[in-house]
Structures are given as structure tokens and as C-alpha cells.
């Protein structure tokens, strides 16, 4: 049988937490860095929508404008007040579609379920504190 060992302490909690990113020094390590990091949600359709004219419209407003007038022609009426699951959330779905509009959004955001999806890959989290790249073209 093997002896059980008390823990040994690496320190304070305010001490650690005075040491973000040095090597030589305890850190905490993100909770869930070996996992992906998932997350769940339903879109609002109304909100959803608006990814997909966005996505196709491609950051031009006059096209984005003339995307929901024809989505909101096809449909018959407003595109903010679609509820997800409903009859209208399907000609809504439709209507996109016919439009040569389709995106994953819709299958996502247009349905009464919510989605799982992934938020960061394995061992992409990390502890407080520790420095992280970010892509030369971020805002």
C-alpha cells in the first residue's frame, strides 16, 4: 500500500498571483487546457439573419440594404421579429436560400435548438496573466 503524502504548499495564493507567465515561478494554469472549450447557445433568429446578410454583403451597406429588402419582400414583412421554429422562421430560411443566400447561420439560428459549438481547440486556454499572440490584421 503506498503512504499518503500531505500536499506540499507552492505558495500563497497572492503570490502566485503576482507571478502571471514567469517560468521560474508557480502559475495558474487555465481549468480546462485539455479540453476543447465548447460553448452553447441559440442564435436569435432576428439576430441570425443579420450574420447572413453581413456574410454576404460582405461589409458593403448598399448591398446589405438591398439583401434585406428582397429577403423582407419574399417573406412578407420584418426580418427582426422572427421567432426560432416557427412556420415564418421556415419561409424565412426559404426565402434566404432562394436568394443564393445560404450560410451555416441558418441551420444554427433558425431552427428551436440550440447549438454546440467550439470555442478554442485543446490546449488553446491559458492561465491569467499569460501573454498570447493575436493576428496582425485584429482590432
Known amino acids: 500500500m503506498f503512504a499518503r503524502r500531505r500536499p506540499r504548499p507552492v505558495g500563497r495564493l497572492e503570490e502566485i498571483a503576482a507571478n502571471p507567465g514567469d517560468m521560474n515561478k508557480p502559475d495558474f494554469l487555465a481549468p480546462c487546457d485539455l479540453q ?4 452553447c447557445g441559440a442564435t436569435f433568429a432576428s439576430s441570425m439573419v443579420e450574420r447572413v446578410i453581413e456574410e454576404k454583403a460582405g461589409g458593403d451597406p448598399k448591398k446589405a440594404l438591398d439583401i ?16 426560432a421554429g416557427s412556420e415564418e422562421a421556415a419561409r424565412v430560411k426559404k426565402a434566404l436560400v432562394d ?30 496573466g499569460t501573454e498570447v499572440g493575436l493576428r496582425s490584421i485584429s482590432r
Open 36 to 39: 476543447a472549450v465548447k460553448a
Open 68 to 83: 434585406r429588402a428582397r429577403a423582407g419582400e419574399a417573406i412578407g414583412g420584418s426580418l427582426r421579429n422572427i421567432k
Open 99 to 128: 436568394e443564393g443566400l445560404w450560410s451555416q447561420y441558418l441551420e444554427a439560428g433558425i431552427g428551436p435548438d440550440a447549438e454546440m459549438f467550439s470555442k478554442a481547440q485543446v490546449l488553446s486556454s491559458v492561465g491569467r
